[in-house]
Nanobody, 124 residues
Framework: VQLQACGGGLVQAGGSLRLSCAPSGRTFSLNAMSWFRQAPGKEREFVTGLHWGTSTTFYADSVKGRFSISRNNVKNTIDLQMNSLKPEDTAVYYC??????????????????WGQGTKVTVSS
């Protein structure tokens, strides 16, 4: 499975951005897809995830009510709508996928496919 992420950029605080991740290859084997982010000098952290079969969603507390993950069945993408962005949301955002079952959405090691990352910068 290959993951292609896009949509990052520079936005002012309070603004919005939409990221997309397009999986290709053996997508029928996928169990979950998620977004992580990594700010300079910090560890990669879970942002939001989606169960591939049920579309059940999960969010980090820091983004609840502001970010929304969804599956676009027409474009075959996983989209991340980010609203009310804050400077602390600045990071490289990575989409991740896995074809193994796990209860743990927020553990990077539970994902076996990663996109190349797209940079999001929120200015104050």
């Amino acid at each position: 499975v290959q993951l292609q992420a896009c949509g990052g950029g520079l936005v002012q605080a309070g603004g919005s951005l939409r990221l997309s991740c397009a999986p290709s290859g053996r997508t029928f084997s996928l169990n979950a897809m998620s977004w992580f982010r990594q700010a300079p000098g910090k560890e990669r952290e879970f942002v939001t995830g989606l169960h591939w079969g049920t579309s059940t969603t999960f969010y980090a507390d820091s983004v609840k009510g502001r970010f929304s993950i969804s599956r676009n069945n027409v474009k075959n993408t996983i989209d991340l709508q980010m609203n009310s962005l804050k400077p602390e949301d600045t990071a490289v955002y990575y989409c991740a996928a896995r074809d193994v079952s796990s209860e743990n959405y927020n553990l990077p090691a539970s994902y076996n496919y990663w996109g190349q990352g797209t940079k999001v910068t929120v200015s104050s």
